[in-house]
T-cell receptor, first 113, second 120 residues
Framework: QQQVKQSPQSLIVQKGGISIINCAYE??????FPWYQQFPGKGPALLIA?????SEKKEGRFTISFNKSAKQFSLHIMDSQPGDSATYFC????????????FGTGTRLTIIP | GAVVSQHPSRVICKSGTSVKIECRSL??????MFWYRQFPKQSLMLMAT?????????EQGVEKDKFLINHASLTLSTLTVTSAHPEDSSFYIC????????????????FGSGTQLSVL
């Protein structure tokens, strides 16, 4: 019930391409869905987040698409750059984003020239 | 954005010794702090949640006598790994959450840079 499933486990994208990472959740009480970016040896940093009252949120090259009925959300990175190479985690929490976060399993993204 | 400082970034210790990791919120008051453990190429596993001035709440399977958490002020939480053993070697990450402003409180959640613990 509390799981957040993330795919793919790893992803290689050519520079300039679109990187897409998907997550699915089961708990309908979740109401806050952030994405975190983590570089090796560092803690995660919030990239972008969405609430279930909207289907899409865009910040620069990063877009979250949210499908409430399917209980799925995805991260799209447009014009992917080598500096985007990192591990990305989706997460979810309930109670207006006040509860503890449940993290996905992570996606290691590599952008190749 | 807000800064959470975590020290040390790396520690190597002998088996049986205790190690203390500090997590400080530098420019905001952290009412809640979280401690995670992360194994290589794996996700973050929540170990415990601590609220300032009260006892930490540990996740199932986490030994509270082994992983001592103190959150004595609004800007400092510490994790002490007591009698560390090689199986405790891991990347430990703290996060601090400030007072919400009506938006999702987790939007005010910030992570430290992590501590790599190696127990010989």
């Amino acid at each position: 019930q509390q799981q957040v499933k993330q795919s793919p486990q790893s992803l290689i994208v050519q520079k300039g391409g679109i990187s897409i990472i998907n997550c699915a959740y089961e708990n309908t009480a979740f109401d806050y869905f952030p994405w975190y970016q983590q570089f090796p040896g560092k803690g995660p940093a919030l990239l972008i987040a969405i609430r279930p009252d909207v289907s899409e949120k865009k910040e620069g090259r990063f877009t979250i698409s949210f499908n409430k009925s399917a209980k799925q959300f995805s991260l799209h990175i447009m014009d992917s750059q080598p500096g985007d190479s990192a591990t990305y985690f989706c997460a979810a929490s309930g109670n207006f984003g006040n509860e503890k976060l449940t993290f996905g399993t992570g996606t290691r993204l590599t952008i190749i020239p | 954005g807000a800064v959470v400082s975590q020290h040390p970034s790396r520690v190597i210790c002998k088996s049986g010794t205790s190690v203390k990791i500090e997590c400080r919120s530098l420019d905001f008051q952290a009412t809640t702090m979280f401690w995670y453990r992360q194994f290589p190429k794996q996700s973050l596993m929540l170990m415990a949640t601590s609220n300032e001035g009260s006892k930490a709440t540990y996740e199932q399977g986490v030994e509270k006598d082994k992983f001592l958490i103190n959150h004595a002020s609004l800007t400092l939480s510490t994790l002490t790994v007591t009698s560390a053993h090689p199986e405790d070697s891991s990347f430990y990450i703290c996060s601090a959450r400030g007072i919400g402003t009506g938006e999702a409180t987790n939007e005010k959640l910030f992570f430290g840079s992590g501590t790599q613990l190696s127990v010989l």
